[in-house]
């Protein structure tokens, strides 16, 4: 058990519906990263929030946004949902960021979130 | 988008056999890690390296580091058959949030 905690963990949405799913990160991290996990490949970055502002972004268009909330829990939005949103959303809790020791950038993941888009 | 080269895809073994898998990239990391996933669940961390050359071992697992910091390796000794599942490599820059580079996966199969 890492301690980091996602709902719903499964959803189904149908084409151009809007999504949100909730991460709980474990006590003591101040530092939430999403991925998407398409079906046999491995998890692709979304985004990092440290401390309510996001810190870092991957290749994924602006209707994929995000929120940290001030006990750290976060947020990931999806608009006009597209069918090749499909996936396994994860969500990995750490205690530091860029320029933290890196073991502090150690991350733990939840269960995921699986996203299923008609 | 951007993944690490992860070999082989999938392995197929006897119980009580070794087994070896591998990650490279064409860029530079300050950790490499390893990661175990078993269906319907989130990766496992198994094992981090922090350091260039640096070897690491967690109970029958061992990994390391490369030297050049583009590559690492995982051995697993005497396979089991709670071993199954899919092991993803994964490296991470420091200075990029910690945002972290996955491999595809080797999808390890272990016959009793």
């Known amino acids: 058990e890492t301690g980091v905690t996602q709902s719903p963990t499964h959803l189904i949405k149908t084409r151009g519906q809007q999504v949100t799913l909730r991460c709980s990160s474990q006590s003591g991290h101040n530092t939430v990263s999403w991925y998407q996990q398409a079906l046999g490949q491995g998890p692709q970055f979304i985004f990092q929030?440290?401390?309510?502002?996001?810190?870092g972004r991957g290749n994924f268009p602006p209707r994929f946004s995000g929120l940290q909330f001030p006990n750290y829990s976060s947020e990931l939005n999806v608009n006009a949902l597209e069918l090749d949103d499909s996936a396994l959303y994860l969500c990995?809790?750490?205690?530091?960021?860029?320029?933290?020791?890196?073991?502090?950038?150690?991350?733990?993941f939840g269960a995921g979130t699986r996203l299923s888009v008609l | 988008g951007q993944q690490l080269n992860q070999s082989p895809q999938s392995m197929f073994i006897q119980e009580g056999e070794d087994v070896s898998m591998n990650c490279t990239s064409s860029?530079?990391?300050?950790?490499w890690l390893w990661y175990k996933q078993d269906p319907g669940e989130g990766p496992v961390l198994l094992i981090a390296l922090y350091k260039a050359g640096e070897l690491t071992s967690n109970g029958r697992l061992t990994a390391q580091f490369g030297i050049t910091r583009k590559d690492s390796f995982l051995n697993i000794s005497a396979s089991i058959p709670s071993d199954v599942g899919i092991y993803f490599c994964?490296?991470?820059?420091?200075?990029?949030?910690?945002?972290?580079?996955f491999g595809q996966g080797t999808e390890l199969s272990v016959k009793p």
């Open positions: 990995a809790s750490s205690s530091g960021t860029s320029g933290s020791t890196l073991a502090k950038n150690i991350q733990y």
């Open positions: 929030y440290y401390r309510e502002e996001e810190n």
């Open positions: 994964a490296g991470q820059l420091g200075n990029q949030g910690g945002k972290l580079i």
């Open positions: 860029s530079i990391f300050n950790t």
